[in-house]
């Protein structure tokens, strides 16, 4: 019956999983367990602003780091999609922070407890964004295995160095790998293939870099999948310098809008100093090197991102920091504009919130709550549901209802696409002890009504 099932982003041999790492799905089920998903995305947007002032306590004085965290807060946790939706963020941007706030204590310290926070920090980047956690990850083992060879000033003995520091780390690691094998090995049969990898292999014919040219078309068994994979992807990216530029430019958008206010623009001044700042050359490299993994990738979002999020902000309160002691003209004309921009964030956010706007980006957390109207009005029906979704001409194919559970069999409400005559009939023959509903989105999403006796009566 997986046909009549078949949902974006999703696989279904050798079984039935999403594609995405591990790492977003864990806080979900942890809010599902308390009560509402919904919970484990507050609870990691919480975690990622502690996690963040954390790791800005390592690279500013406390006054600085409380700002940084202030705006973090002000900037991920009110009116952001990585609050109010579930596309996350927050988990990442988690991963990255604990990282760069272990590192510095390391150098200093060496103590086993940052080296199991590096660790973990770096098995959350492993199973939330693999590829962008890589590319973030490349200059800290390099910075890290700097000090293990004794390179820093004052480091500890050797000894110490591998007994407090190296081996904590790695053994932590050794268990990320042991787990990820496993959890490939339980999805895909094969503990080097990920799930992620093995749906691109099945469904996608667009390649992942801007330098990679599409595949020949695939034949897909619904018309929604042929639309979006033989149709809107080829023409959203084309392998040609325009195209190029459209990804490019729909980035910088997109990116700018998450992670900056146009109030940061008052902070220009301060930015061009950065690169001077020693202490914050290793976050530059990290950031020009993301931007940089970002860029040359077709697809993206911000929260794909999310690990650089710590260094973005170190970098904005740092800049924050030298417009604040510049001087014109013996005024502190800097001061009032590092204070200026400040202010206009806690104006942004406040006026995002007062127009119950979910994000600067709209799109990404706001989206047509009929589906789930009828999901809740069903679930409270007395007994089992499956729901044919009969799709028309002109479908947004961004608009997706088909998608359900972990369980199918024993789901109490099921959705299905509407496909030929005798696929119909497998799957009514099949679920023959449910009611059978019909709903046509793009005629009215709002009505949900028996199927018509006549299209059941070719059951065999």
């Not at 690169?275 to 290793?282: A, G, H, L, T, V």
């Given at each position: 019956m997986w046909m009549s099932f078949e949902s974006f982003h999703v696989n279904w041999f050798p079984t039935y999983s999403s594609k995405y790492p591990p790492g977003q799905g864990v806080v979900l089920a942890l809010g599902q367990f308390l009560g509402l998903p919904w919970i484990g995305v507050m609870l990691s947007t919480g975690a990622m602003c502690a996690a963040i002032l954390?790791?800005?306590?390592?690279?500013?004085?406390?006054?600085w780091a409380l700002l940084g965290g202030i705006s973090v807060a002000l900037k991920f946790g009110i009116a952001s999609y990585w609050m109010n939706s579930y596309w996350g963020g927050a988990v990442a941007a988690s991963g990255g922070a604990l990282v760069l706030g272990a590192m510095p204590r390391i150098i200093r310290h060496a103590r086993t407890r940052d080296a199991l926070l590096l660790g973990l920090g770096l098995a959350t980047l492993a199973n939330t964004r693999p590829y962008e956690g890589l590319l973030f990850s490349i200059p800290v083992t390099g910075w890290f295995f700097w000090w293990l060879l004794g390179k820093a000033k004052s480091a500890p003995p050797l000894q110490t160095r591998i007994r407090s520091?190296?081996?904590?780390?790695?053994?932590?690691?050794?268990?990320?790998v042991a787990f990820m094998g496993y959890y490939n090995w339980r999805l895909t049969g094969n503990p080097l293939l990920s799930p992620y990898v093995l749906?691109?292999?099945?469904?996608?014919?667009?390649?992942?870099?801007?330098?990679?040219?599409?595949?020949?078309p695939l034949e897909y068994r619904n018309d929604q999948f042929e639309d979006f994979y033989n149709q809107w992807e080829r023409e959203e990216y084309q392998n040609t310098r325009a195209g190029v530029w459209k990804v490019s430019a729909q980035k910088l958008n997109r990116n700018g809008s998450v992670y900056f206010w146009w109030g940061a623009v008052l902070l220009l001044p301060g930015?061009?100093?950065?690169?001077?700042?020693?202490?914050?050359?290793?976050?530059?490299?990290?950031?020009?090197?993301?931007a940089a993994g970002v860029f040359v990738v077709i697809w993206s979002m911000p929260h794909y991102a999310a690990p650089v999020a710590c260094v973005i902000f170190a970098l904005t309160v740092q800049a924050i920091r030298h417009l604040n002691k510049m001087r014109v003209a013996g005024r502190p004309i800097g001061m009032a504009l590092a204070a200026a921009a400040v202010m206009l964030l806690g104006?942004?956010?406040?006026?995002?919130?007062?127009?119950?706007?979910?994000?600067?980006?709209?799109?990404?957390?706001?989206?047509?709550?009929?589906?789930?109207?009828?999901q809740e009005k069903l679930s409270h029906t007395?007994?089992?549901?499956?729901?044919?979704?009969?799709?028309?001409?002109?479908?947004?194919?961004?608009?997706?209802?088909?998608?359900?559970?972990?369980?199918?069999?024993?789901?109490?409400?099921?959705w299905a696409r509407e496909l030929d005559a005798e696929q119909n009939a497998k799957l009514f023959a099949y679920f023959k002890d449910r009611r059978i509903w019909?709903?046509?989105?793009?005629?009215?999403?709002?009505?949900?009504?028996?199927?018509?006796?006549?299209?059941?009566?070719?059951?065999?």
């Open positions: 954390w790791m800005l306590q390592a690279w500013l004085p406390p006054k520091v190296l081996l904590p780390a790695a053994g932590v690691l050794l268990m990320t749906n691109e292999r099945a469904y996608n014919t667009m390649g992942l870099f801007l330098w990679d040219r599409p595949k020949p930015a061009r100093l950065l690169y001077r700042d020693k202490r914050m050359r290793f976050l530059l490299i990290l950031f020009f090197l993301e104006v942004d956010t406040t006026r995002n919130v007062s127009r119950r706007v979910c994000d600067p980006l709209r799109w990404t957390c706001e989206g047509d709550p009929s589906r789930v109207a009828i007395p007994g089992k549901h499956l729901i044919i979704v009969r799709y028309g001409e002109e479908h947004n194919i961004h608009d997706e209802w088909v998608f359900n559970g972990a369980e199918i069999d024993s789901a109490k409400v099921l019909l709903v046509a989105p793009d005629e009215d999403n709002t009505e949900l009504i028996p199927y018509p006796r006549k299209d059941l009566s070719s059951e065999p």
